[in-house]
T-cell receptor, first 113, second 113 residues
Framework: GESVGLHLPTLSVQEGDNSIINCAYSNSASDYFIWYKQESGKGPQFIIDIRSNMDKRQGQRVTVLLNKTVKHLSLQIAATQPGDSAVYFCAENRGGGSEKLVFGKGTKLTVNP | DVKVTQSSRYLVKRTGEKVFLECVQDMDHENMFWYRQDPGLGLRLIYFSYDVKMKEKGDIPEGYSVSREKKERFSLILESASTNQTSMYLC????????????FGPGTRLLVL
């Protein structure tokens, strides 16, 4: 079954606020995680990734935090803009030599002007 | 930049037709994947290929076949399209290895009447 999930299916924020999107996973052997952004009618777009030997990784306006103790992943978007409105989903590689990813179902982020 | 292209953005076919979806990547990636994406179900892996002429079933291979004759091209074939195959089809590619990002194409929205 699906083990990569999300705490909230929708998130609505005001423009300029920070957004936090969460993801839970259940496989302690998972060693690689990715956040994707998918705009309506388009394919998923890579945002940022993190390996299990890291707790935090920063990109441009985005930060991914990994808490292996509670098997939790989050994506923080700073100064959210209307162009950030999309569905965000996480993906994990479960290790063990697999080259496949398991995807969460996504959180829809709406940014209000 | 990684570029993954899919032959069609929208496709309408009739039940029983044979359907070909083409995917091309220009980054010399070893791995290529076909997913379908349906509301509430997220991304589900149909097939993937880790080398030319090599393929492996994903989670939902029934009703589909694939072909990878050249490294850059991965085709998904619906032998006899059915209405329950109406979906968004996404192709992805990645370098060989277990901690590699998958890069997606724009998707093909297939409607089977």
């Amino acid at each position: 079954g699906e083990s990569v999930g999300l705490h909230l299916p929708t998130l609505s924020v005001q423009e300029g606020d920070n957004s936090i999107i969460n993801c839970a996973y259940s496989n302690s052997a998972s060693d690689y995680f990715i956040w994707y952004k998918q705009e309506s009618g388009k394919g998923p777009q890579f945002i940022i990734d993190i390996r299990s030997n890291m707790d935090k990784r920063q990109g441009q306006r985005v930060t991914v935090l990994l808490n292996k103790t509670v098997k939790h992943l989050s994506l923080q978007i700073a100064a959210t803009q209307p162009g950030d409105s999309a569905v965000y989903f996480c993906a994990e590689n479960r290790g063990g030599g697999s080259e496949k990813l398991v995807f969460g179902k996504g959180t829809k982020l709406t940014v209000n002007p | 930049d990684v570029k993954v292209t899919q032959s069609s953005r929208y496709l309408v076919k009739r039940t029983g037709e044979k359907v070909f979806l083409e995917c091309v990547q220009d980054m010399d990636h070893e791995n290529m994947f076909w997913y379908r994406q349906d509301p509430g179900l997220g991304l589900r892996l149909i097939y993937f290929s880790y080398d030319v002429k090599m393929k492996e079933k994903g989670d939902i291979p029934e009703g589909y076949s694939v072909s990878r004759e050249k490294k850059e091209r991965f085709s998904l074939i619906l032998e006899s399209a059915s209405t329950n195959q109406t979906s968004m089809y996404l192709c992805a590619s990645s370098m060989g290895g277990t901690q590699e990002t998958q890069y997606f194409g724009p998707g093909t929205r297939l409607l089977v009447l």
